[in-house]
């Protein structure tokens, strides 16, 4: 199993508050990604990292924010919690950007907007 | 942007049946992956399959690029064959586009 760690596994926090998710890897991947799984879209991306300190938009990134300062980690935080993005993330790594990498993905973070 | 679609949406079988996933895709793609969400939610990868087929146990996956669809067919089901199944193509730096998914449950 690719080696992908996301912290918390589950939580439950209240409207307006702010909210970091953490990514951690040990594959030493250049490329992380966050992603949403609503019900009958699939998973959607939120924001991409293609370096340390190198990130960018995805399809869904209103309200949300990224940072990576190390290559291991990269953070997704919510500056003040809504219920619409009550979702599970989930977090994945690819060793390159080129469409012919495959991806893993963590055990996602389930998290509930109160 | 690309679209990505799933069928069916939903598919009940008897353990032992047979069955086909379906996966269309809007545009020529380099790659094609197959994921398997379990019901506690890991998403497990399948098939890395740009075009051709692979075979991995029960389970195998087509891909015809030029006709823009996939395929994934499940043999003599199991129960731990439940979840959802899903197809994502990938975009420039890796990002990938998902289906909605196929949700499978095998009855015993």
């Known amino acids: 199993d690719a080696g992908i760690t996301q912290s918390p596994r589950h939580k439950v926090t209240e409207t307006g508050t702010p909210v970091t998710l953490r990514c951690h890897q040990t594959e030493n991947h250049r490329y992380m990604y966050w992603y949403r799984q609503d019900p009958g879209h699939g998973l959607r991306l939120i924001h991409y990292s293609y370096g340390v300190k190198d990130t960018d938009k995805g399809e869904v990134s209103d309200g949300y924010s990224v940072s990576r300062s190390k290559t291991e980690d990269f953070l997704l935080t919510l500056e003040s919690a809504t219920s619409s993005q009550t979702s599970v993330y989930f977090c994945?790594?690819?060793?390159?950007?080129?469409?012919?990498?495959?991806?893993?993905f963590g055990q996602g973070t389930r998290l509930t907007v109160v | 942007g690309i679209q990505v679609e799933q069928s069916p949406p939903d598919l009940i079988l008897q353990e032992g049946a047979n069955s086909t996933l379906r996966c269309n895709f809007s545009?020529?793609?380099?790659?094609l992956q197959w994921f398997h969400q379990n019901p506690w939610g890991q998403l497990i990868n399948l098939f890395y399959i740009p075009s051709g087929t692979k075979q991995n146990g029960r389970l195998s996956a087509t891909t015809v690029a030029t006709e823009r669809y996939s395929l994934l067919y499940i043999s003599s089901s199991q129960t731990t064959d439940s979840g959802v199944y899903f197809c994502?193509?990938?975009?420039?730096?890796?990002?990938?586009?998902f289906g909605a998914g196929t949700i499978l449950r095998v009855k015993s």
């Open positions: 545009d020529s793609v380099n790659n």
């Open positions: 994502a193509l990938p975009l420039y730096g890796n990002k990938l586009v």
């Open positions: 994945a790594i690819s060793a390159l950007g080129h469409p012919n990498t495959e991806a893993f």
